[in-house]
Structure formats: C-alpha cells, structure tokens
C-alpha cells in the first residue's frame, strides 16, 4: 500500500486508476471520475469520515489563522455538503454542547451531530435576523465555501464567484460581532478589486491564502477577513497580506 505522500508508484508500475470512456458519460465527466477516483484527499476524507475533501481546506484554514475557538458561534452559508460544519462542530465542541453551528444551503443536508442545517435562502430580507435567533446571538465566523457553476469562460467565472462572495460579505456584516471573522472562496484573476477594498475598510486584517487541499490547477483561493469593526467601522490601519 502506497502512504499519501507517495509518487503513486510501486514496483515501476503506476498506481493510478484509469476510467473507461462510456456512453452515458461526456468527456468531461470521465475526467471528473478519474480526478476523483485519483484524489489522496477524497480518499483520506473517505477514511476519516468527512462528508467532503473540502474538510481539509477548513482545516487548513483553521491552523494558518486561529478562526474558531471552543464555544463559538459558527455560520457556513451554501453548507451542503456539511464537510465545513462538520469540522467547526468538533472545533468549537457544539457536538458535545457548546457552541452553535449553523449550516444553510437551498438543499437538504443530511444531520451532523452538533450542526443546526436550516433549508433556507441567505439572500432573503430577513435572514440575518432569523439566523441570528438561531445561533442565539452575533457571529464569530462566517464562512463560504460556495462557487457559482463555471461556464468554461474565465472572466465570466471570475465575476459570478466574487459577486456571490460579496454577497455573502453583506450578509456577513449583518451578523458578526466585533472582532469576528468572515471567509470566502474567491478566483484568482483580479476581478475581486472591490471586494477586497470594502473588507479593508470593515476589517482590520484582510488576507489570501490557498490551502493544500486546492487542486493544483484550480484558481481558488480563501480571503480570510479578521477583527471585524462593527456596522460603524473604524479608521485604523488595514494589513493586507498574500499567502500560498
């Protein structure tokens, strides 16, 4: 058995499953099944009971920049999944009842110990307030892993990802308390100019970071927004800083 950091092979002989083509599969598809199929952290997620390999990147995450602490309050918009709340559960303990996390998506998610997953749309008039009923009070951590369906055109793809991280920004300084922390999948590509300029204003430290757990080829990167200043904001100096 090959260990995780192993070339793949054993013997001269690769370990890497193929995928034969099939009719009922486009191209695309077939690729999609052999990434997967070939992917250490979708089998480590696999082993280690994870719902997705996206629990590695909140991992991650989490070491580089101290996001969650024992007893707090947790929101991951576009849930489902639930690899993200699954992790922010056992972090700040609301499996074992302290703390909340809740996890809302459009879709059903399947019930992780310690996760509230509500069906419901963040976009919504009154969703900070119902959200905020629900975690019995302000956010330390919003987070969003969510990403937009790609249309194979770039910029086009740039666009719709930070739109949907700015919105969820908006929401996010609708229910953090001072000091709180809101993360959010971007592209690289230099469409995300604005969003990063108003976190600076509303937040005291602004980063990007790129976990390890993002394929190699896939543009994502994490901006990390902490020491959120409340609805008034404050003039103090911003700290922007690049990670990989």
Partial sequence: MTSENSSGREGGRSLKQRVKSSKRRTVSQTRWLERQLNDPFVARAKREGYRSRAAF?????????KLFKSG????????APGGWAQVAAKIVGSDKGRGKVVGIDLLEIEPIAGVDFQ???FLLEDAPERLKEMLGGDADVVMSDMAANTTGHKKTDHLKIVALAELAADFAREVLAPGGVFLAKV????????????LKRDFAVVRHYKPAASRADSA??????????????????????FDT
Avoid at 57 to 65: T, V
Avoid at 225 to 241: H, I
């Fill in 187 to 198: 592209l690289q590509g230099g469409t995300e100019g604005e969003l990063l300029a108003n």
């Fill in 119 to 121: 069906v419901m749309d």
């Fill in 57 to 65: 990147k909140i991992i991650e995450l989490n070491e580089k920049f």
């Fill in 220 to 241: 994502e990167l994490y901006v990390v927004a902490t020491g959120y200043r409340g609805s008034r904001g404050a003039l103090t100096p911003n700290v922007d800083e």
């Fill in 72 to 79: 707090g309050r947790i929101v991951d918009l576009g849930a």
